[in-house]
């Protein structure tokens, strides 16, 4: 079932809009442990379009932003290798929160409480369009995925497993 069209501004959406990014909203119905397959599914786009936005930490728990396309996981081994760093792990959720001050399942790479860096699949790079997290559970915006390299400096990386 579909949400009303607007909804409140976000930190994430108040900076897409002072950057002047043309996004589009894209509410849904949030599910506890859902992830972008369930948002994907619910939306009716390709989960390899829906990005995640995942907040990890390198071994000295120094917090990172690594954004993965929705059907794909994070090879930490892979990942950590590329960025210089001994090991990767995801933060737990409570950590994640107070890094990027939004709710797990709710976390968008835009306007993030503490300052990250922010690593992207490079494959997502590529496509035309994506979905991603707006900054609160069950609303994605759509934009070209270049933002992401203008707004947050996003380093390409190659480190996506099969789920």
């Not at 894209?26 to 907040?55: C, N, R």
């Not at 590329?82 to 959720?93: F, L």
């Amino acid at each position: 079932m579909a949400k009303k069209e607007r909804v409140s501004e976000t930190p994430a959406t108040q900076l897409l809009k002072s950057a002047k990014v043309d996004f589009s909203e894209h509410p849904y119905d949030y599910l506890e442990h859902g992830g972008a397959q369930h948002s994907a599914m619910v939306l009716g786009w390709d989960p390899f379009h829906v990005v995640k936005t995942l907040i990890m930490q390198d071994q000295e728990a120094k917090p990172l932003v690594v954004l993965m396309h929705g059907n794909r996981k994070v090879s930490t081994k892979s990942l950590a290798r590329q960025i210089g760093a001994k090991s990767v792990e995801p933060c737990t959720p409570e950590t994640a929160n107070r890094h990027s001050g939004y709710l797990v399942g709710g976390t968008s790479p835009f306007a993030t409480r503490k300052a990250m860096p922010v690593y992207v699949e490079e494959s997502i790079l590529g496509l035309p369009k994506i979905l991603i997290n707006g900054g609160r559970r069950g609303y994605l915006v759509g934009l070209d995925p270049q933002w992401c390299v203008r707004l947050l400096a996003a380093k390409a990386v190659q480190c996506a497993m099969q789920e």
